[in-house]
């Protein structure tokens, strides 16, 4: 009898804790980036779920224009990743497939590499706050070298809804572009 209340018990438990854990998530991102050289626009969506052997997805659009050459680069990124959370902290790590073009206006070129994903964050609690840093990189693949790497803040004054500044540094040396950027970024976050 004590064992069948004890099992009754902790699944009753098991199916509390499962009835409010999120089944799906997601997070989204827009703003702009000022640099010395060019300004840009950024959007990024991020999908995260409960399957274990599935990667969490993540996509992300960067629209680059440079002020003295006119020139264009824009990045598209899929990546997959898996994370860990213990309290207020989270790592992830994964693979980033970036299709990387540039348009000189009457010629352009694209590339696709892989890199490496790197990320962590800390929610400072009972503030809304959130300090991040991410990066993604590959080094000698295919005579390409890439140095991709953020630090931001994000503020969360409503539950949904929240505010992100941060700082990025670009390096680029592919084929046929050698391109290094870095500067400040302001945006609005989406938290579903």
């Known amino acids: 009898m004590k064992s069948t209340k004890i099992a009754f018990t902790l699944s009753t438990l098991l199916l509390a804790g499962a009835a409010n854990a999120d089944i799906l998530g997601a997070n989204a991102e827009a703003g ?5 050289d060019g300004s840009a626009t950024y959007v990024s969506l991020d ?32 990546t997959g990743y898996y994370g860990v959370g213990i309290l207020w902290a989270s790592i992830e790590g994964g693979v980033t497939f970036r299709s990387l073009d540039m348009d000189r206006g009457a010629s352009s070129d694209s590339e696709s590499v892989p890199m490496l994903f790197l990320a962590a964050s800390l929610a400072i609690p009972g503030t809304g706050v959130t300090l991040a840093a991410e990066s993604k990189s590959i080094s000698s693949f295919d005579d390409v070298t890439i140095t991709d790497q953020s630090f931001k803040i994000q503020y969360q004054p409503l539950p949904v809804l929240g505010l992100e500044v941060g700082y990025r540094s670009i390096d680029q040396e592919t084929n046929f572009l050698n391109k290094d950027y870095d500067g400040y970024f302001i945006g609005v976050t989406l938290d579903i």
């Open 47 to 78: 999908v995260q779920h409960p399957i274990p052997l599935i990667p969490n997805l993540r996509l992300d659009v960067w629209d680059f224009e440079s002020d003295p050459s006119g020139i264009d680069i824009s990045h598209l990124d899929f």
């Open 32 to 36: 702009l980036f000022d640099g010395d």
